[in-house]
């Protein structure tokens, strides 16, 4: 590990393993940790054992197998609320906990390197780091004047698509764009990069906001309005604050632009079908009121693509034929500001707390701002993920922990591979496919094979938007080289939600991209507790690793992945009688997701997650028939064949216990792809066999369900 600044006594998270196999004695650090539990006699200790077995609560497994087996936990973490202890993040779960550590990891490594390194690149590191570290307020009202000025020469010079691409050049403030410009691979051609104009993110999570009460309940239109209050209240917070009296702009203009953008999406003109994939030869641009060559020249493309991809023709000619009107009304001037200020607030100190207290208190269930060593990490894996991403490679890789996750996702294929060739409902030419697409799924575990170089661009050591505006800068001459390239790793920011969202290694999370047929693991996810081959056995590690390989998986034959062949090309390769099929399951898998919740007394809408339920399903079914080859390769006896699939189970529901604070329920409903994790746990449990089985699970029972399809 590297050494560690005197004046920093904390230590790295985790130190790299020399033998993951090696099992170290631990009774005398265990005696004197809070785990160990102090017995008086030792006569007491197998009563003791004894009460903490018998502990009961009134659930039982067979209605509700996930607080069954969290319940001790859901509690403790209902306490720690109650108490007010708060995180930067809206949910408790694993994934974010070890992030929060792998950051602490990495703010540790960066100190390091600036300290012990004497090079152009540290200085460079070291002022990114600086600069980000302290969000200094000096230079915001120089920034408010240089976008004033972009404003103000575009509308001088009438010319909408001068902004349009100034606001694209900045991708800190672009996803707020009506019309945002992005490369990326081509969905028909995915060894490619193509351009691509797509419609923007809304700040409200749920369009009904912008929509009217018809249709709507009670108890929602009370909601909203309150948020709508709020909302107005908050921009205009940021209009006063940041542009003082006298500024003429108005939050209800921009609640009228966000609605105009949704209803554009419900615009048809030419009545048309609309697919999500539409290639538009740079000649035919103009039939979509889109002047595609005078955007290319203000973005600086020496010349003009002969064709982009567009999303949603519909939105595209409406929001032209709209911007064409009324770009440089008042109403609209409201609304480029706003997308503006709303992001470079984020970056000043003081003026960060309107952010929060709105967008992630009110809205996202966050309970205490985002760190600014979190802040420096966002803005280092903007500017040197190349350098820090080596750093984090160099002190934590792991090659037990990554051979093991090659050969059991290699065995997992495998299962899959065989379910799908005894599968009962899909069509031979289906199945073909199907296994052709699996073959050639790609598993990158740990790191992407090439990264591209960091650029010393003289970053400010107090001035992060202008750090932020050269990185985006140098970025946008670099994507305005690659229509037409071969596809290449790029470093992602989610801007909406400050978070990084591309192949860097120090993310703990997984993924599955169709366009490259591939299943992604960062390296900070190979540590515990998601992986431990040194106390842990296959029960642990298949619960843990094994699910998170077969859900990733699965997602190449989900709704969205089934679109794309083997070769990452969107081409669709399902009969349609399977398409049908697959309807029928999708249906019923939605059904019994809101039908769970509905018990809990959540109504929500379920359809949105399909493609991750079908993913958990399926993944948690290819999981127990490994353990089960796993069992009988070891000659296991029927006993202990039993006792291990329990423990998988259990571990299983650990894996997936979460405490979302109550303020973050609601959008969390609608905003993320994942359902509660309560019903990721006991959906896919209730439709194995095996599990219903094991506890004795009958039509009475709240586990039942109608079906035991898993789908593949």
């Not at 349009?164 to 050049?169: D, E, F, G, Q």
């Not at 294929?413 to 073909?432: A, H, V």
């Not at 973050?664 to 509660?676: D, E, F, R, Y």
Request: charged share 25%; proline share 3%; aromatic share 14%.
């Amino acid at each position: 590990m590297p050494k560690v600044n005197n004046k920093t006594k904390k230590k790295p998270n985790r130190l790299p393993l020399k033998d993951s196999s090696t099992f170290l004695s631990f009774e005398k650090t265990h005696e004197k940790s809070d785990k160990y539990i102090n017995f008086k006699e030792n006569k007491e200790i197998e009563k003791s054992l004894i009460k903490i077995f018998n502990t009961r609560t009134s659930i039982l497994p067979e209605n509700d197998y996930y607080t069954y087996i969290n319940y001790l936990w859901l509690e403790k973490m209902k306490k720690k609320e109650t108490i007010g202890e708060k995180k930067f993040y809206s949910q408790i779960d694993d994934f974010r906990v070890v992030q929060e550590k792998v950051y602490e990891d990495l703010i540790l490594l960066v100190k390091n390197y600036i300290r012990t390194n004497k090079t152009k690149q540290s200085t460079e590191l070291g002022r990114i780091f600086s600069s980000f570290s302290k969000l200094s307020e000096k230079y915001a009202h120089s920034h408010i004047a240089g976008f004033t000025q972009i404003y103000n020469t575009t509308t001088a010079n009438n010319n909408l698509w001068e902004l349009i691409a100034l606001i694209n050049k900045n991708e800190i403030i672009s996803w707020g764009c009506p019309l945002v410009w992005t490369v990326l691979p081509d969905d028909k051609n995915a060894k490619f990069l193509r351009n691509y104009i797509n419609a923007p993110q809304t700040t409200l999570y749920d369009v009904k906001f912008y929509e009217s009460d018809k249709g709507q309940t009670g108890d929602f239109i009370k909601y909203k309005r309150s948020i709508k209050t709020k909302y107005l209240a908050y921009i205009n917070e940021i209009f006063d604050t940041t542009m003082g009296t006298g500024h003429g702009l108005s939050a209800e203009d921009v609640f009228t632009i966000e609605s105009e953008i949704i209803n554009a999406f419900n615009c048809k003109p030419e009545n048309k079908k609309n697919e999500f994939y539409n290639a538009i030869d740079a000649d035919k641009a103009m039939d979509y009121n889109f002047n595609w060559a005078e955007f290319c020249r203000n973005m600086g493309f020496k010349k003009v693509p002969d064709f982009f991809v567009c999303g949603d023709l519909n939105y595209l000619k409406c929001m032209c034929a709209i911007l064409e009107k009324d770009w440089s009304s008042q109403k609209w001037k409201s609304y480029w500001y706003y997308i503006f200020l709303r992001q470079l607030i984020r970056f000043h100190k003081s003026w960060r707390n309107i952010y929060f207290k709105f967008i992630d208190h009110t809205i996202n269930g966050q309970q205490t701002i985002l760190p600014l060593n979190v802040m420096a990490i966002i803005g280092m894996s903007l500017t040197f993920n190349t350098l820090i991403s080596n750093e984090y490679i160099k002190h934590f890789k792991n090659d037990a922990y990554l051979e093991y996750a090659k050969n059991m996702g290699k065995d997992l294929l495998t299962i899959f591979k065989r379910r799908i060739q005894r599968n009962t409902w899909l069509e031979e030419r289906t199945k073909k496919n199907a296994i052709l697409k699996i073959e050639n799924i790609n598993l990158i575990l740990g790191y992407p094979n090439k990264m591209r170089e960091d650029p010393l661009l003289d970053y400010s050591s107090d001035d992060a938007w202008s750090n932020i505006l050269k990185i985006s800068e140098w970025r946008t001459k670099k994507y305005l080289l690659l229509d037409g390239e071969l596809a290449i790793d790029i470093p992602y920011i989610d801007w909406q939600n400050l978070k990084i969202s591309g192949t860097q290694p120090y993310v703990v999370n997984a993924y599955y991209t169709p366009t490259e047929n591939s299943i992604y693991i960062p390296l900070a996810y190979f540590q515990k507790p998601f992986i431990d081959l040194e106390e842990r056995g296959i029960e642990y590690n298949l619960s843990r690793l094994g699910f998170t390989l077969g859900h990733e998986m699965s997602h190449a034959l989900d709704d969205f992945g089934s679109m794309y062949d083997y070769k990452g090309n969107l081409n669709t390769w399902t009969t349609p009688k399977d398409l049908e099929r697959l309807h029928k399951i999708q249906d019923d898998i939605t059904k019994q997701y809101e039908a769970f919740a509905k018990k809990d007394g959540i109504e929500f809408d379920a359809s949105i997650a399909i493609g991750e339920n079908m993913a958990d399903i399926s993944g948690l079914a290819i999981c127990e028939e490994y353990l089960m080859d796993f069992q009988n390769k070891n000659d296991d006896i029927v006993p202990i064949k039993n006792l291990s699939f329990q423990a998988f189970f259990v571990y299983y529901a650990i894996n997936n216990r979460q405490h979302i604070y109550k303020a973050a329920i609601k959008s969390q409903l609608k905003v993320n792809p994942h359902p509660l994790d309560k019903y990721r746990t006991n959906v896919p449990l209730s439709r194995l066999k095996l599990f219903r089985s094991i506890y004795n699970v009958k039509k009475t029972n709240d586990m039942f369900w109608n079906s035991t399809n898993t789908i593949f």
